[in-house]
């Protein structure tokens, strides 16, 4: 007879639950052999197709296959020439070239005939099997073709033709008759996205729901855990080569201008804005953190006598922000100048550098705007020639009279910054402008007070579209002046001791601002989320890939 108590009423639920929990571990054991077993029988099929009969035997064989690992391991150099996919054109027919892609279409015809798409960062061209002892082509090179997967590298030579009709599913408008190809490295034959399925527009959508067709949708969080693919489709290649021109131009016009080029450090002792949105850690005992911006070492730089300096680097922010346009981690465009008169000096250079990012971008990435249109439809940014700059007052008295109630000395929210930006370009026909002189309390630490009324400063913030992308302002350059704001903000003097003390050898007027390059390309291409624009980007959830 036993002499355990019978059980309670709460064993009795955990035994429940460790029922369902193990109903629940089968079903999902189940379910995860059901998958692994249609992923090997995938494996087996494209493993079988691949196989020759025994007594198949190609006098060809030597025109395709797997290339062996160590053949790629930097073994010689065979001083052959490689044509890029996208110099392929009418003018290279007749040529034999040779070509390394990724295969992003295979289809094939029959068991002589094949074609294979190859796209090599914004370029694809049509490659064309076709089995023939003259071409030296069999019938299994065609067969070794068509069982590859999709997204494997992939070395082609062969002879570029002109195709009978346009072209509608690749850039180049020639083809390449294939006579040899060989397999570099293959993808997993079921890829986790479809490069077709994340490039798709909305307009492709709604045209198959019209037709009563169910199309795959790829959500953001899946792209961004799946980048490397991700990143493959024509409006990425676009974006992230406009980023790069954004980035070149903005350090070829400071320099242009006289700027010079400097890096500071990203882990400081004590905070760069101000407030609690920073990063902590221990950097070999010590408390400190990341900077949230190149604010105190370029003003440092000033002081040093180099009158101009700019620095492209990463910034920092611990700001649990999920919105669309915040991120922790982003690409900071900085720079900072003396001032002879007036704080408008550094807003003229704003305004000669924007202008020219817009142009060039507009004058020669044509290519890239066009591609990132097709799939993200933008109207192009409306702008002048010469910016238009409103005081903060007369951008909230415009809201004012839009019926929007803006607390007098506050910031703008989003919504107020978008509403004014629709009436600044209805009133004034730019999407680009100035707003300047705001109030003291809504500014960092550092900002130079009005002379003519100390609750307003010498600052402005910039704005692309309705949203903000650039603050600047004047720095103030006495340090007694300096310390008095950085109590007032809360912040502790003695972390910041080496910048102030700066101030005291002689420091001249100057100023400056800082502009994100992700938000910069989100709003010029009007994206609708700034992760588009960041290519491993950083938010309150994402610290992975």
């Known amino acids: 007879m036993s002499s355990e108590p019978p059980p309670t009423a709460a064993a009795a639920d ?22 692994a077993e249609k992923a090997e029988k995938a494996a087996q099929r494209q493993q079988q197709q691949q196989q020759l009969p025994a007594d198949a035997e ?15 391991q930097s073994k010689a150099i065979s001083g052959r020439s490689w044509t ?28 002589k005939m094949a074609f294979v798409v190859l796209r090599q960062s914004m370029s694809t061209v049509q490659c064309v099997l076709v089995a023939s002892a003259d ?10 073709a068509t069982a590859l997967s999709k997204e494997s590298i992939v070395d082609v030579e062969g002879v570029v033709s002109l195709p009978k009709e346009p072209l ?10 294939v006579r040899k190809i060989y397999c570099i490295n293959r993808a997993i034959p079921t890829l986790p996205i479809n490069l077709e399925d994340a490039a798709r527009s909305e307009a492709e959508f709604e ?35 406009i980023q790069c021109q954004v980035e070149n131009k903005f350090r070829e016009f400071l320099l242009s201008k006289d700027f010079v080029g400097i890096h500071t450090p990203k882990l400081i002792s004590g905070s760069s804005e101000g407030g609690a ?50 991120l922790c981690e982003f690409v900071g465009l900085d720079a900072e100048m003396e001032i002879k008169e007036h704080y408008f000096e550094v807003c003229d250079i704003i305004d000669g550098l924007f202008v020219s990012i817009f142009k060039h971008l507009t004058e020669n990435c044509k290519k890239e705007l066009e591609t990132i249109n097709r799939q993200y439809p933008f109207e192009p940014l409306q702008y002048l020639e010469k910016t238009l700059k409103l005081t903060y007052e007369e951008g909230i008295q415009m809201l004012k009279e839009a019926g929007t109630e803006i607390e007098p000395m506050g910031d703008l929210n989003t919504e107020a910054e978008k509403k004014l930006g629709r009436l600044v370009k209805e009133k004034y026909g730019t999407d680009f402008f100035i707003l300047y002189r705001y109030p003291l309390a809504v ?39 300096l310390s008095k704001r950085a109590t007032e903000c809360g912040i502790d003097v003695s972390t910041i001791s080496a910048y102030i003390e700066s101030f005291s050898y002689g420091a001249p007027p100057h100023g400056g601002f800082g502009v994100g390059l992700e938000r910069v390309v989100m709003l010029f291409c009007a994206l609708n989320n700034i992760r588009k624009t960041s290519m491993f980007p950083r938010d309150p959830q994402r610290l992975v890939p």
């Open 443 to 481: 500014r960092p630490f550092y900002t130079m007070p009005c002379y003519d009324n100390p609750a307003y400063t010498n600052s402005f913030d910039v704005f692309i579209r309705g949203e903000e992308i650039i603050s600047g302002a004047q720095r103030i350059h006495t340090p007694e002046l």
């Open 168 to 177: 509608k599913a690749t850039t180049q408008q020639v083809e390449i008759q």
């Open 84 to 111: 890029k996919i996208g110099d392929l054109d009418a003018d290279a027919a007749g040529r034999s070239v040779l070509i390394r892609g990724a295969t992003q279409a295979i289809r094939p015809v029959s068991k």
């Open 207 to 241: 045209k198959a729901e019209q037709a009563g067709e169910k199309l795959v949708r790829v959500g953001q969080d899946t792209r961004l855990n799946y980048r490397a693919i991700d990143l493959r489709t024509p409006t990425n290649q676009a974006i992230f080569r």
């Open 135 to 144: 071409a030296g082509v069999s019938t299994q090179m065609v067969r070794f």
């Open 277 to 326: 949105a920073v990063f902590k850690l221990l950097y070999n005992g010590q408390p400190a953190c990341l900077a949230q911006s190149p604010q105190l070492y370029k003003q440092m730089a000033i002081c040093g006598g180099y009158e101009r300096v700019f620095e492209v680097g990463p910034v920092f922010r611990a700001e649990n922000s999920n919105t669309h346009r915040h």
């Open 58 to 72: 190609d006098p060809f064989a030597a025109n395709y296959g797997d290339v062996p690992v160590e053949e790629i």
């Open 14 to 35: 955990e035994l429940a639950a460790d029922l369902s929990a193990a109903t629940l571990s089968k079903k999902q054991q189940k379910k995860d052999a059901r998958k």
